[in-house]
């Protein structure tokens, strides 16, 4: 099986533009959890998705979204990025919710926000 | 909130040594993971425990609930597991208590 992928790899945009994420979670993977990691505040999540819908949410900002299509496969986006939305975004599948499943990560999308 | 204390932030050791890092959270938990992290920044899950004790090849990872405590070690550690090792936590089965809550990691270097 395939494992987790993320597109672009790689990614500069400039302050103030948006960008969207793209996930495609393993085959047969219903959920999928996005997570951003920076040097100062480490590894934070983001949301969960599961069969379409939001299942949950940490504090970011409204400026961050998201979406999960009916193949799974699901995107994130940041609209008018700031300088600290630098990060590397990961998101990982799960089969079902992830509450006592294993999760596999992708290789994650690097931002560089200038 | 649950906050997650790994320690030491940093490890070096010679090839060959028992290696242990620590994780400490201060809330009750539904499960605990241990996350492997190479440069470059792949992820891989190791462990999830939610009591007792899990084995796998070299590695070991022991949690005690009442003492809100889990370890990891590496046995006859070796240069390919220079990593870092993240301990998370889920808080409960539903509601925000679900996601997940990350220690800030341990840089493991291994010498040959």
């Known amino acids: 099986k395939a494992g987790v992928t993320q597109t672009p790899r790689y990614l500069i945009k400039t302050r103030g533009q948006q960008v969207t994420l793209s996930c495609s979670p393993i085959s047969g993977h219903r959920s999928v959890s996005w997570y951003q990691q920076t040097p100062g505040q480490g590894l934070q999540f983001l949301f969960e998705y599961f069969s379409e819908t939001q299942r949950n949410k940490g504090n970011f900002p409204g400026r961050f979204s998201g979406r999960q299509f009916s193949n799974s496969r699901s995107e994130m986006n940041v609209s008018t990025l700031e300088l600290g939305d630098s990060a590397l975004y990961l998101c990982?599948?799960?089969?079902?919710?992830?509450?006592?499943?294993?999760?596999?990560f992708g290789p994650g999308t690097r931002l560089l926000v200038l | 909130k649950n906050e997650v204390e790994q320690s030491p932030q940093n490890l070096t050791a010679q090839e060959g040594e028992f290696i242990t890092i620590n994780c400490s959270y201060s809330?009750?938990?539904?499960?605990l993971h241990w996350l492997q992290q190479h440069p470059g920044g792949g992820i891989v899950s190791l462990f999830m425990l939610s009591s007792g004790k899990k084995k796998h090849g070299r590695l070991i990872a022991t949690i005690n609930i009442q003492e809100k405590h889990s370890s990891l070690h590496i046995t006859a550690s070796h240069p390919r597991d220079s990593a870092v090792y993240i301990c998370a936590v889920r808080g409960g089965p539903s509601g925000s208590a679900r996601q997940l809550t990350f220690g800030s990691g341990t840089q493991l270097t291994v010498l040959p």
């Open positions: 990982a599948s799960s089969l079902l919710l992830a509450t006592q499943e294993t999760q596999y």
């Open positions: 809330v009750g938990i539904s499960a």
